[in-house]
């Protein structure tokens, strides 16, 4: 069982398949509510992962960065045994503008990371406390005119995630 996995970007279309195979593992385990915190320097490729996840997870239209509006909701169906549907909430959050610990929950959003729903948050370090909550750590590095993704599991959840991970490639 990883707690670390590691892979190589070396363009856009690689780091939105890596996105694609993480909402594959999501949905292989039901889409379940659990934080991913996304960290890399600016133009690192975070919204790039997280858009990528998003339609991984079958979200159609416009996926627009939070940047500005530090929150944008999605809704998400979910297949379950019986043949019905039922849609569960992702949150796409950007922590970026924000100065001090406290911004998070001044901003309301601790109800929103309140562990009912899956949600993605870039900045993450803006909030440190986010980090040590993380089920799903994944950092951004710059390497040649690409990245190398790192995934770290912070729960047993985040480490079935990468072991699906391991088992299939992006």
Known sequence: MPALLSRPCPHTAATEALGRALAEA???RGVPALLLTLR???GAGKTTLARAVLRGLGVTGRIKSPSYALVER???ADRLQFNENLEKQ?????LYRFSSEDDWDDAGLRDVLDGRSLCLVEWPERAPAL???ADLDIELVPSGEGRIVQLRSGSAEGTALLDWLATHPA
């Open 90 to 94: 992702v949150y796409h959050i950007d």
């Open 74 to 76: 999605y809704r998400v």
């Open 40 to 42: 890399g320097d600016l």
């Open 26 to 28: 999501l949905r292989a």
């Open 131 to 133: 980090l040590r909550r």
